[in-house]
């Protein structure tokens, strides 16, 4: 598996960013399969910021055991560049492991604010929605990064799921 920018049918180029499988799929329910970047994404904005016009062969972050495909079209390539370096592949693959866990600790908070669900049912219900297996992402590993996030406050932000609580 490698992550370099390469072309497809279509003509639009291929960059792929190698991450966790448990991210990839995030990354699939949230963009899809692959996502066309363009300045009205998150993602695309700052990956525009990030793109180059020179070629530069990466080594493989062994860590990571998947690739999410990212797409440049015509324009964006010839106005921003079509790789990225090996330094700029990083800091995505770490802003989207970020990114997932901003996602998952709001998605905890949402739920508990909702009043129906507890912590621990809302880790499992956020892992099956983004269909993420045992094996990938131990679910008590999440509920107790849900902890520290909270700093023992579960109890109390179920209790007060009328109003905002701010850490």
Not at 9 to 22: G, K, R, S
Not at 34 to 49: A, N, P, T
Not at 65 to 74: P, R
Request: aromatic letters at 14%.
């Amino acid at each position: 598996m490698s992550n370099q920018t390469t072309t497809n049918p279509d003509n639009l180029i291929e960059v792929n960013v190698p991450v966790t499988a448990y991210v990839k799929r995030y990354l699939i329910k949230r963009y899809g399969l692959v996502h066309k970047i363009s300045k009205r994404s998150l993602v695309g904005f700052m990956m525009l910021d990030l793109l180059d016009k020179t070629f530069e062969k990466r080594t493989k972050d062994h860590s990571k055991t998947e690739n999410y495909t990212f797409l440049i079209g015509e324009y964006y390539f010839k106005k921003y560049g079509f790789s990225l370096s090996t330094d700029h592949i990083n800091f995505l693959s770490g802003c989207f492991d970020r990114l997932f866990n901003e996602d998952f600790l709001n998605f905890v908070d949402t739920e508990l604010l909702k009043g129906r669900l507890n912590a621990y049912q809302s880790v499992s219900l956020f892992l099956e929605i983004y269909k993420i297996p045992e094996s990938e992402l131990k679910h008590d590993s999440m509920y107790k990064k849900y902890q520290r996030y909270c700093e023992d406050k579960i109890k109390e932000k179920k209790k007060n799921k009328n109003k905002i609580i701010v850490n």
